[in-house]
């Protein structure tokens, strides 16, 4: 019997009905309605598109959406400068500045310069800090829209073996300190791991965030195992797939999310998550 499809869509659009229901509630009570500003530089289609359907869901729910566009040509400079401004900028909450940026500006440079209250992609090295320790933070979008899929299916994760290809800063490092606070037994692997078969076979839940299309193959997957798949790949033929061969592994596992439809539609509802959270945090501060 074929595994079930996990809906990401569907839980995404849950999510981000109960996000406008709170966010309408909270400016009434405040008169403050969170803002999300967003920053592109250069003139990269995907990364467009990205942001655009970022501001495209703030405006639906009930948020304020600002979208900052800058030419390739900026200077890191002006970025940091730029970052500053809306630090210090009171109606703004959550601070995005869209990545890849051009090769002349450093990334984590960038990153750092975010205020860590405003961090709502939950990349700065603060909020990473304090999500491995144990406090509260920001945490990155994927990586909690994952966990908000597992808990939606009621996989139970205590005791749990997860396995986790790929080692990220942005997914597969967050999401095996995740897994951890659940009480689930980790192992996170990659590319170079010896045996990788052998050690994603043993996985109760599988993360697959590596970047490279369809390499967990069917064989690799515990039979009934729950299959998260974070990758999106384009083929030459222009067809969108995950990290997972996903006609193989359907047929072995227990649970997986497509691609299109599982984890991406998560990963939008979970910046509205955060960018509400935000808004909540620096008006309890204020």
């Known amino acids: 019997m074929p595994a079930s499809l996990i809906d990401g869509k569907a ?20 008169g403050v309605r969170p803002c999300l500003a967003a920053v592109l530089v250069g003139e990269d289609p995907a990364s467009r598109v990205y942001v655009r359907n970022k501001g495209k869901a703030c405006v639906e729910a009930g948020m304020l959406s600002r979208q900052v566009d800058l030419p390739p040509s900026t200077s890191e400079k002006e970025l940091l400068d730029l970052v500053a401004r809306l630090n210090a900028d009171a109606s703004v909450h959550g601070i995005l500045v869209q990545l890849p940026l051009p090769k002349h500006i450093d990334e984590s440079k960038v990153i750092e310069a975010i205020a860590p209250s405003k961090d709502v992609d939950g990349f700065h090295p603060v909020n990473a800090g304090r999500l ?14 994952i966990l908000k899929i597992l808990d939606h299916e009621k996989v139970v994760l205590k005791g749990a073996h997860a396995v986790v290809v790929g080692r990220s800063n942005i997914v597969g490092k967050p999401v095996a300190i995740l897994l951890l606070s659940r009480h689930a037994t980790v192992t996170i692997c990659h590319s170079r791991t010896r045996d990788l078969p052998d050690v994603v076979r043993s996985g109760d839940v599988v993360v697959a965030a590596v970047g490279k ?27 969108l797939v995950g990290d997972v061969a996903f006609d193989e592994a ?21 910046l509205l998550h955060n960018t509400l959270e935000a808004a909540i945090r620096i008006a309890s501060a204020g």
């Open 213 to 239: 299309a369809e390499m967990v193959r069917g064989s690799w997957i515990k039979p009934g195992a729950v299959v998260v798949d974070v990758g999106i790949n384009r083929l030459p033929d222009g067809k």
């Open 11 to 30: 839980i995404g659009a849950a999510v981000r009905a109960e996000i406008k229901e709170r966010t309408g509630e909270f400016t009434a009570r405040t």
């Open 132 to 145: 491995l320790i144990g406090q509260p933070g920001f945490v990155a979008c994927t990586p909690l829209g």
């Open 250 to 270: 359907r047929a072995v596992a227990g649970k997986i999310t497509p691609v299109p439809g599982g984890v991406g539609p998560m990963t939008i509802a979970m």
